[in-house]
């Protein structure tokens, strides 16, 4: 019989620990993860990004998760997702593709854990928003998974507290899903 995976995706602003906390979650519970791909993607990139990039990014982003799905893992843990997508095209383009709407309410996301920016913002050839810009974003970030419906624990902390606090989330889903059993 083939696994639900429980889907679980890390997500917040820029710097604040969502690829160290979707691999230590994933080592955790010894499972391998989907990584970040945009930053893969946009580095290798020898111009400025553009709309058919990110909207690549976002297809690639979907093709993963499905790889993953027909694993039947107990979990998939996912270093950002569709949310940050649909937000950049907004913000950077002021224009959304219409099918991801669509496949954000079709797709069974378990759980958002949206990193705290609490952690400094640390620049680099990709990041694009610190500052005032990067609390903007987060906010919108959290607005929107509430739009969708989505369930999400807003993970606080620094390092091993952090790794905590997000670990304590995923089991306090999997308590409430065996209540419902």
Excluded at 65 to 91: C, M, N, R, S
Excluded at 106 to 131: M, Y
Aim: aromatic fraction near 12%; include cysteine; glycine fraction near 4%.
């Amino acid at each position: 019989m083939k696994t639900t995976s429980k889907i679980i995706v890390i997500t917040g602003a820029e710097s604040t620990g969502k690829s160290m906390l979707t691999e230590w979650l994933a080592n955790n519970f010894q499972v391998p993860y989907i990584p970040e791909f945009a930053r893969e993607y946009v580095e290798k990139l020898n111009r400025d990004y553009n709309y058919s990039d990110v909207e690549f990014i976002a297809k690639k982003q979907i093709s993963q998760l499905h790889e993953f799905q027909k694993a039947g893992l107990p979990y998939i843990f996912a270093d950002t997702w569709l949310i940050i997508t649909k937000i950049w095209f907004e913000v950077v383009f002021k224009q959304v593709p219409s099918w991801i709407d669509e496949t954000m309410k079709e797709t069974a996301i378990s759980l958002f854990l949206v990193c705290d920016t609490n952690l400094p913002w640390i620049p680099d050839s990709v990041r694009e928003n610190g500052g005032e810009q990067r609390e903007l974003l987060q906010k919108k970030y959290i607005n929107t998974i509430e739009e969708y419906g989505f369930n999400y624990k807003i993970v606080r902390g620094k390092n091993d507290e952090r790794f905590k606090n997000a670990l304590d989330a995923v089991k306090q889903l999997e308590k409430n899903e065996e209540k419902q059993l």
